[in-house]
Structure formats: structure tokens, C-alpha cells
T-cell receptor, first 112, second 113 residues
Framework: TQLLEQSPQFLSIQEGENLTVYCNSSSVFSSLQWYRQEPGEGPVLLVTVVTGGEVKKLKRLTFQFGDARKDSSLHITAAQPGDTGLYLCAGARGTSYGKLTFGQGTILTVHP | DTEVTQTPKHLVMGMTNKKSLKCEQHMGHRAMYWYKQKAKKPPELMFVYSYEKLSINESVPSRFSPECPNSSLLNLHLHALQPEDSALYLC????????????FGSGTRLTVV
């Protein structure tokens, strides 16, 4: 089993602050996906990064895939209460159907 | 249609009951998945169906029985569950290749009493 270590597990910040969530592994992944999940709902895909060194931006969210494709980060600028939720990274090996390896998740709370 | 629809949203069942969870997608995705998720934990894979055939069973107890009647439907039949099986059960689907990511349904909140 390839482990994905996600940190921090919990993050409680004020509106307007910046934050970074990290996802690290000793294994190489062919792609890394980030999801956000709100209570009582399923995870929603935010982004998929595929190429080592790739950077993708989604409004105030910036995602980066490490050069060696073993780690990834999610940076949120000027967090808002609507960003509150469980953030999950998930790694895929290969390109065919199969299982994702999920990180343990980061519970983010943004206070007004 | 870009959704995965799961029914019911909530289910309470006794340990001797038989019930089924249903999942439907019309995105043409050929892989469908069942996940189990406990509160504030990541989803845990249970089953993977690829082109309507079971391709992965993560050593799930036989009291959970998956079924894929066609490329749009996925069922999870439940029988003789235990209280520790109470969780959010998520269905997901994906296009060919894991690089596209999953589309998850909203889940069924199952409580076993």
C-alpha cells in the first residue's frame, strides 16, 4: 500500500489568512487529485495534476505537483468561510481503472 | 448530466434487515466505485466495477454484495449488517484513466441499529 501523508490534519484560521496543505509520499504517482468535501456531501474534485512540476490555479487556490511526482501542495490565498471543509488529496498509479490512495484529510475551518 | 445520483440519502436498518443502496450516472463513465466513509476520515474503497465487471473487491465482508446491472447503475445489497457498518456510503464514477478524477455522489448515510 502506498501511503499519502497529508498535513496538517486540522487547520483553524481567520478569514483573509493564507494557508498551505501538504501531501507527501515515498511513492511516485501518475496523477494527484485534490477534493473538497462538505458535511453530508460527497467529495468534489477540485483539480488533477499529472505532470511533475505542474502548477494549476483555480481562483484563490493554487495546486502544485512535485517534480518527482511524489508530493503535492494546495495553497489558499485570502481564505473565506466558504472554503471550510475537508480537503483530501488522492494519488493514482497507472492510468487504468483502479484505486486511489487517499491522504488522511485536512479539516479546514475559516472563521469570519 | 454531470451527476452521480444516490438513493436513499438516509437509511436506518436493523441487523436482520435486507436493504439496497442505488447509484446512477449518465455520463458514460465505464468505471463505478463503492466507498465507505467514517466521520472525518478519508473514503475507503470497497468495490470497483470496470465495464460492468467486478474488478476489485477490497476484502469486503459478504454481508455487502455489489451488483452492476448495466453501465449506468450500481447497487449495493446489504444483509445482516453490524452497528459498526454505520457510515456514509459513497458511489463514484470515472472516465477511462485515473487522471480524470472521480465524480462522487452525495452518499447514503446508513445507520444500523
Amino acid at each position: 500500500t502506498q501511503l499519502l501523508e497529508q498535513s496538517p490534519q486540522f487547520l483553524s484560521i481567520q478569514e483573509g489568512e493564507n494557508l498551505t496543505v501538504y501531501c507527501n509520499s515515498s511513492s511516485v504517482f501518475s496523477s494527484l487529485q485534490w477534493y473538497r468535501q462538505e458535511p453530508g456531501e460527497g467529495p468534489v474534485l477540485l483539480v488533477t495534476v499529472v505532470t511533475g512540476g505542474e502548477v494549476k490555479k483555480l481562483k484563490r487556490l493554487t495546486f502544485q505537483f512535485g517534480d518527482a511526482r511524489k508530493d503535492s501542495s494546495l495553497h489558499i490565498t485570502a481564505a473565506q468561510p466558504g472554503d471550510t471543509g475537508l480537503y483530501l488529496c488522492a494519488g493514482a498509479r497507472g492510468t487504468s481503472y483502479g484505486k486511489l490512495t487517499f491522504g488522511q484529510g485536512t479539516i479546514l475551518t475559516v472563521h469570519p | 448530466d454531470t451527476e452521480v445520483t444516490q438513493t436513499p440519502k438516509h437509511l436506518v436498518m436493523g441487523m436482520t434487515n435486507k436493504k439496497s443502496l442505488k447509484c446512477e450516472q449518465h455520463m458514460g463513465h465505464r468505471a463505478m466505485y463503492w466507498y465507505k466513509q467514517k466521520a472525518k476520515k478519508p473514503p475507503e474503497l470497497m468495490f470497483v466495477y470496470s465495464y460492468e465487471k467486478l474488478s476489485i473487491n477490497e476484502s469486503v465482508p459478504s454481508r455487502f454484495s455489489p451488483e452492476c446491472p448495466n453501465s449506468s447503475l450500481l447497487n449495493l445489497h446489504l444483509h445482516a449488517l453490524q452497528p459498526e457498518d454505520s457510515a456514509l456510503y459513497l458511489c463514484a464514477s470515472s472516465r477511462s484513466g485515473l487522471t480524470y478524477g472521480y465524480t462522487f455522489g452525495s452518499g447514503t448515510r446508513l445507520t444500523v441499529v
